[in-house]
C-alpha cells in the first residue's frame, strides 16, 4: 500500500513545508465545511495549527499535517484530482482562513492578480496579512507592502489597487519607492475589522493617471 493511503504517524511527518496561504506554526479555522480523502468532514468552526505539508505526486495526494487545541497531531488527507478533492485543495483560502496570532490582531486573508501567464502556475496567490482591527484601507497597503507578501525583484514599477468597503487606494513602487494613494474623497470610513479577506488587482507599471481613469470607468472594479 502507498505511503500515502495510510495515516503518517508523528514521527515520520515532515513539517515546515507552507502551502498556499497556510504557514507552519499559525492557527487557522475552517470557514466553509468539507470533507476530506478519508470520509471525514471539517465542519465550520473546527480549528487546528498548522504544522506543514506534504505531497506524494504519483497519487495527486496532498497531506496537511496540523495540531489540534488538544495538542494531538493530526493529517488531513487531500487528493487532487478533479474526481476527488482538487476543488478544495486547489482553493483552500476559500475553505480555510487565518486565527489572530496575538490578541488585537486582525488577520486578512489576501489573494492576489498575477503578474503574467508564467505565474499562473503557482496560483492562487493567497497569503495572510495581520494589520489593527481598526486599520483602514491605506494603512492595510502599507502593512501589505511592508510584508513581503507581494513579489520583489526588477518590477518597481509595478502598482496594485484594493477596495474597503466604499474605499479605494493605489499603492506599489514608483521609482524604487513605496507609495500609497487614496482614490475619492477623504476621509477613509471602512475598518479591517469589516473584512475577512482582500483581493489586490494588478496594473503593471501604467501611469497612476491612465489607472485612475481606468477605475472611474469601471465601477466596482479595484
Do not use: N
Not at 21 to 46: M, N, S
Not at 116 to 129: I, K, N, Q, R, T
Amino acid at each position: 500500500m502507498f505511503d500515502w493511503l495510510k495515516p503518517s504517524r508523528p514521527d515520520r511527518t515532515r513539517t515546515g513545508d507552507a502551502f498556499q496561504h497556510l504557514e507552519p506554526g499559525r492557527a487557522y479555522h475552517v470557514v466553509q465545511p468539507f470533507t476530506d480523502h478519508d470520509g471525514i468532514t471539517h465542519p465550520v468552526g473546527e480549528s487546528w495549527t498548522f504544522r506543514g505539508a506534504t505531497f506524494l505526486p504519483y497519487e495527486d495526494g496532498l497531506s496537511l499535517h496540523v495540531t489540534t487545541p488538544a495538542g494531538a497531531a493530526r493529517q488531513i488527507r487531500l487528493q487532487q484530482r478533479p474526481q476527488a478533492q482538487a476543488r478544495i485543495a486547489d482553493a483552500l483560502f476559500e475553505y480555510v482562513h487565518p486565527l489572530a496570532r496575538h490578541p488585537g490582531a486582525w488577520p486578512l486573508l489576501v489573494t492576489r492578480q498575477s503578474l503574467g501567464l508564467a505565474e499562473d502556475v503557482y496560483a492562487p496567490h493567497a497569503g495572510v496579512v495581520d494589520v489593527e482591527p481598526d486599520a483602514d484601507a491605506a494603512a492595510i497597503a502599507r502593512t501589505i507592502l511592508a510584508s513581503g507578501y507581494l513579489p520583489t525583484g526588477p518590477i518597481f514599477g509595478a502598482t496594485w489597487s484594493l477596495r474597503l468597503g466604499p474605499d479605494q487606494v493605489l499603492f506599489g513602487h514608483r521609482r524604487a519607492r513605496r507609495f500609497v494613494e487614496t482614490l475619492g474623497p477623504a476621509p477613509l470610513t471602512a475598518k479591517a475589522r469589516d473584512v475577512t479577506e482582500l483581493h489586490l488587482s494588478y496594473w503593471a507599471q501604467a501611469d497612476i493617471a491612465t489607472i485612475k481613469a481606468r477605475i472611474a470607468a469601471r465601477p466596482g472594479v479595484s
